[in-house]
């Protein structure tokens, strides 16, 4: 079983060469930590199986350049194959995500392999079916291990470079079929990945033009690859796009969305924003002005606040015509901006022609409510008028803007019943509805209105009275009629208790005419007795006396 000799010294020597190891394992590491730091997301566990794999195969390269114990250098060459391992295992994993065709099937074949490989190697069960004709070169500023492949390893480096070359078709072919900000995350995925495989392909084929052809030269095709994904870490967020999840929602969307720069310059999109510019997003490099310049002219004073914000789209699509709302906001939450924007599509087609089919309404409902002769008025739960129909203006010589947002009882109710009326409508309002009443408002021109009020209520989902809509008549002519039959009815009563004491009296009269009648003769004898008396001495009077 090979073990680490550690009953031996490694006997250190440092070289330049192992300064390309010691960089790549530092570089790897710090990759690994932010790996597993972002390891909630989907694909970043992959991903950190396979910088993990490449730090440590660097960490074995590093040890494996500065020591001069041979079986430290044969220890160290088999500790990089653990690396090389877990690498595969990552890659693979990766693009089971990348592609999301995960089955257990899959995952038992990936394993399989390298496991089966590190149980060869740290058996120690013939050896040579690893490593041939070892030598060690000491013609250099190290001690450089080469050797003959074994059948095993012949084996292991033909697997190892198909499943790289799968990987890398795969890559190709993502690269090529996503767009914009993605493609650029992808190639550098591809790069990181690609330069290894080539150094290795150059290695096993005599190629690369270095010391020997069977040198391992991934202290160098690792540095690179390194750097490239430390720069797609930190600057594309790798971390946060190789997630197929997030691709699938992002494009499950159905409001477009574009992802431009500072010169609105389209780095990506999704598959909603492809039909909704009529497939002229399938070019790279396309600015937002070749495909609408009018967009483009708003979205420019928008950033100069020059407008507060971008009006509605109307675009034709298929033959009809559609609304997006546009909504453009910046990468960067804080007060100084970022070069990115985010430019939002959002199709509001239907709440837009709702809102045309609600204006039309209301249109007809206020056209059919001022043609009425009928008083309209709504009143919110506070008493506020919300609405005020023309035949209520022509009634009371309001018009809707004076009394629009007012309580009723402060424009139309004299002051010392304001009070009364106001108690009464809260009451109301609160529990007492009243269905119909009769009340006299004043006009505008001072003129005492009766009208007869028809009150409906409408509540909200706990029962509670929001709004009262009432229907009314004025009255105020009916009421002067009914005055004005009543103070009529009043005279002719008057008129007919005088015309009756006439008559009565007439009937008076007419009996004391008769009986001046009856006395007239006796009235003569009665004449000519006291002219007899007169005339005679006052013994005749006290003679007819007697």
């Given amino acids: 079983m090979n073990l680490p000799p550690l009953h031996e010294n490694m006997e250190l020597v440092w070289s330049a060469f192992a300064f390309y190891s010691g960089f790549s394992f530092i570089v790897f590491g710090i990759n690994s930590l932010i790996a597993y730091k972002n390891r909630r997301v989907q694909g970043s566990k992959e991903f950190l199986l396979v910088v993990t794999g490449l730090a440590l195969y660097s960490f074995g390269s590093f040890f494996e350049i500065v020591s001069r114990n041979e079986k430290w250098i044969l220890f160290w060459d088999d500790f990089q194959f653990i690396g090389r391992d877990i690498t595969i295992i990552g890659i693979s994993f990766l693009i089971l995500r990348l592609t999301f065709v995960y089955r257990l099937s899959l995952i038992f074949f990936i394993l ?47 697997y190892y470079l198909l499943i790289q070359t799968i990987v890398i078709t795969i ?25 290894p495989f080539l150094g290795g392909l150059m290695t096993v084929t005599g190629l690369f033009p270095f010391i020997n052809p069977h040198l391992d030269v991934f202290p160098i095709t690792g540095c690179i690859t390194s750097l490239v994904w430390a720069y797609g870490i930190f600057y594309f967020k790798m971390m946060d796009l190789i997630p197929v999840a997030r691709d699938k929602v992002f494009n499950l969307i159905q409001d477009g969305i574009l992802i431009l720069d500072k010169n609105n310059l389209i780095l990506d999109y999704n598959e909603a924003s492809v039909a909704l510019f009529l497939n002229r997003l399938n070019f790279t490099g396309v600015t937002l002005k070749e495909i609408y310049p009018e967009l483009d002219y708003l979205i420019e004073k928008y950033k100069l606040k020059e407008i507060d914000s971008i009006p509605d789209l109307r675009l034709f699509m298929n033959g009809e015509l ?67 129909n023309k035949a209520c203006e022509n009634a009371f010589g309001y018009r809707f803007k004076e009394v629009h947002g007012h309580t009723f009882w402060e424009i139309f109710v004299e002051p010392r019943k304001r009070e009364f009326v106001k108690k009464k409508y809260f009451k109301m309002i609160r529990s007492n509805f009243i269905p119909k009443a009769q009340e006299q408002w004043i006009s505008k021109f001072k003129e005492r209105k009766v009208i007869l009020w028809e009150n409906r209520e409408i509540k909200d989902d706990h029962s ?31 008129i007919t ?23 007239k003769p006796n009235s003569f004898k009665l004449q000519n007795s006291l002219t007899w008396v007169n005339s005679c001495p006052e013994s005749r009077t006290k003679s007819i006396i007697r």
Avoid: C, H
Wanted: hydrophobic share 45%; glycine share 4%; no cysteine.
């Fill in 497 to 519: 208790k005088k015309n009756q004491m006439i008559e009565d009296q007439k009937k008076n009269w007419k009996k004391s005419s008769k009986l001046l009648k009856k006395l």
């Fill in 464 to 494: 509670n009275t929001n709004y009262i809509i009432s229907a009314g008549a004025d009255l105020t002519d009916v009421y002067n009629a009914e005055n004005e039959i009543a103070n009529l009815k009043s005279a002719n009563e008057e």
């Fill in 171 to 195: 890559l190709i072919w993502k690269f090529l079929t996503f767009n914009g900000f993605k493609r650029a995350q992808m190639f550098m995925l591809l790069i990181g990945i690609l330069f």
């Fill in 322 to 388: 559609r609304y997006y709302e546009v909504i453009l906001k910046n990468f960067s939450n804080r007060s100084t901006p970022s070069d990115f924007w985010i430019l939002t599509l959002r199709n509001i087609t239907e709440r837009k022609l709702g809102e045309v089919r609600a204006i039309e309404e209301k249109n007809f409902l206020n056209m059919i409510l001022d043609s009425t002769r009928v008083l309209f008025l709504a009143l919110d739960r506070e008493g506020r008028i919300l609405r005020f």
């Fill in 112 to 158: 399989l392999f390298p496991i089966s490989n590190e149980f060869v190697i740290w058996s120690g069960y013939k050896s040579e079916l690893i490593r041939k004709n070892i030598q060690f070169l000491a013609n250099t500023s190290w001690k450089v291990l080469t050797y003959d492949f074994g059948p095993w390893m012949k084996f292991s480096v033909s």
